[in-house]
């Protein structure tokens, strides 16, 4: 459907299907934009920029599930991490896209991956010290980098295996830029 397709038929009294912004009343179609039915790639997400991750983000639940759907398909994780991802707010609504992963063997293990938005034009990894008070960013990039997420996680679940603890995993990841 056509910008100008959309504008009649808003002012025929029927809304379209389309989730865009609204510029001078009407939605439009811009083509950094998603559709309702179209899917984020991670090409795409490759190329998005702080601002549109927000202008995502302030569509609801179901983009915001999208965005984190294709930032976990990206990091093919292994069984060793339970996944969750902020959609509502839940924990402080900062980032557009807040994902947690926490280790089954350890669950004080927990990582948070977090998008570039508003609060910051990186992506970052936020390892949790004392959950939900204290952490330490292990991980911080300008471009989503799956393989380098990888590597951490990776190094992680091998030191959770070895039995060292949460703090001495914050510890030595601290110290190595998050790759020890």
Not at 41 to 52: E, I
Request: glycine content about 10%.
């Amino acid at each position: 459907m056509s910008a100008n397709q959309s504008r009649q038929k808003i002012r025929n009294g029927k809304t379209s299907a389309y989730y865009g912004c609204r510029r001078g009343g009407y939605r439009s179609c811009c083509g950094s934009e998603l559709t309702r039915d179209e899917s984020v790639t991670l090409q795409r997400l490759k190329t998005f920029t702080p601002g549109d991750f927000e202008a995502y983000s302030a569509r609801g639940e179901e983009f915001r599930r999208r965005l984190c759907g294709t930032v976990l398909n990206a990091l093919q994780l292994s069984k060793a991490w339970l996944t969750d991802c902020e959609c509502r707010g839940e924990w402080g609504g900062v980032f557009p896209v807040h994902l947690r992963l926490t280790h089954r063997k350890n669950p004080l293990v927990t990582l948070d991956i977090l998008s570039p938005g508003s609060e910051s034009p990186f992506w970052h990894g936020l390892l949790w010290i004392n959950p939900d008070h204290t952490g330490l960013y292990v991980l911080n990039t300008e471009q989503f980098e799956p393989q380098t997420i990888g590597q951490l996680l990776k190094r992680v679940e091998e030191m959770v295996s070895a039995g060292v603890t949460p703090a001495e995993i914050v510890a030595v990841l601290g110290r190595k830029g998050g790759l020890a």
